[in-house]
């Protein structure tokens, strides 16, 4: 059974940081890419960052030079480190796992918080 379980979530004032993590079970993790989309109440799923099993990583543009994201194969977990928050970064965080011919799968989601 695969389980992707996000943690990290919180509630933070503008400016700070959290470092929210994803620990998968049930997949071969190392040849997954992994993502973090993100959802705000009445609006569409949105597509935050992206690491692929080579470790190149991607980010929509609202959120370059702020956060992170990176992976321990090791430790079947996939990172996303969150600096300089912003209001418009309060939403519920999603984590994905994605391969080509395969299911996607799909975490329960971490709320994150951020006051101004």
């Known amino acids: 059974q695969v389980q992707l379980v996000e943690s990290g979530g919180g509630l933070v004032q503008a400016g700070g940081s959290l470092r929210l993590s994803c620990a998968a079970s049930?997949?071969?993790?190392?040849?997954?890419?992994m993502a973090w989309y993100r959802q705000v109440p009445g609006k569409q799923r949105e597509w935050v960052a992206a690491i692929t099993r080579g470790s190149s990583t991607s980010y929509v543009d609202s959120v370059q030079g702020r956060f992170t994201i990176s992976r321990d194969n090791a430790k079947n977990t996939v990172y996303l480190q969150m600096n300089s928050l912003k209001p418009d970064d309060t939403a519920v965080y999603y984590c994905n796992a994605h391969i080509v011919l395969g299911t996607d799968h799909w975490g329960q989601g971490t709320q994150v918080t951020v006051s101004s």
């Open positions: 049930g997949i071969t993790f190392s040849i997954y890419t």
